[in-house]
């Protein structure tokens, strides 16, 4: 993978320095409209501009956040990258520059809570932009999707929540690719772990508050995409970055990119765990889902399609079977064993624990929880760093078989 130039402090600090300012001056009053024009900006010779290193003002191009945004297309493989506020803003503004008035999204029906509002609900009301869901293993009606609506975008996420059902990314970038459409996909739940842009999507998004911050202390996001796609999300004209306003703060991007270079171990970690922690379940015969087990239905593809070494992803679910079992599992693990939190969200660095259905899926009515696969009982661990591996799996073990008696 690609590697990011390392970028130096102001004073020759190791580290790179943050630019504050939220506004920049220029050496000659002629370069002012130049950057208006668009003549001038941020990338460097080096990157095979004219004329580099032009700023203008914090809610268009930051330096630290441009450095930041840099790392990330390195981690990506993509062209560039910028990052935003969240990751619904990254979500929402790569969807809004790709879609006009009219324009159709197909997408996978196992996605992030949040993002199935804003397609189902929001994107129709406020923009005219109406989605298609389908489901994500379903090929075939995919294609159809695309077909019968013309659309602009197909969404998927790289390891589906909480299904954890892979994406079967190269044969997607080309069903989008024949039918006119641009391949999205948000790669939260697998950063380093899949490169969703090597298998041909044309955009990556990342909420940067999971696993890449890694803190559970800093909401934050990014688009990753080509070079023109990135000028076009921050065109002073029509850039949806730039008009709607949801930038990321460069103290927020230079603490991330303290963050960045231990992803890697990060996520290996999370994943050995995981890895561990799905085993002792599945031999205590309790019904868990982990593409990292042989008997995930997404096992082989994500053999096929994940770097090597990253392993499966710091996400679990385990069905229980009922919401009051599923309570009880949780109640025990914190409040007994200190295991983990009952919490949404994920890759944070202690455990966190939900039951899918009642909280991050619960923008889906019990039908569309359904048709994703996600039934009353289900809880998804996004499994911690912390704790003795042995003690933790007998924890474990200990919540499975008490919370079994009602
Ligand atoms: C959390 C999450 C989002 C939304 O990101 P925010 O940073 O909370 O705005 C989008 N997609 C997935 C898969 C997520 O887990």
Redesign the pocket.
Known sequence: MAAARHEFGEHGGVNLSIEASTTFTVLTATMLPGIFRGEHGPLSREDGSESGGCYLYGRHFNPTVFTFGRFLAALEGTEAAYATA????A?SCALLQLCDVGDRIVSANTV?G??FALLKDYLPRKAGIETRFVPLGDHAAIAAALDQTAAKVLYV?SLA?PTLEVADIPALAEIAHAAGAKLVV?N??APVILSPAMHGADVVVH?V??FISGGSDI???AVCGSQEFVTQLMDLHTGSIMLLGPTMDPKVAHELTLRLPHLGLRIREHGRRALAYAERLEALGVAVGYPGLPSHPSHELLERLATPVYGAGGVLTVDLGSIERANRFMEILQNEHRFGFMAV??GYFETLMSASGSSTSSELSPEEQVAAGISPGLVRISVGLTGHLEQRLDQLEDAIVRSAVG
């Open positions: 969240s990751g619904m803003a979500i992030y949040g993002t996420e929540n948000d939260t739940f909420s508050t999971k909401i934050a996001g969200s994920l």
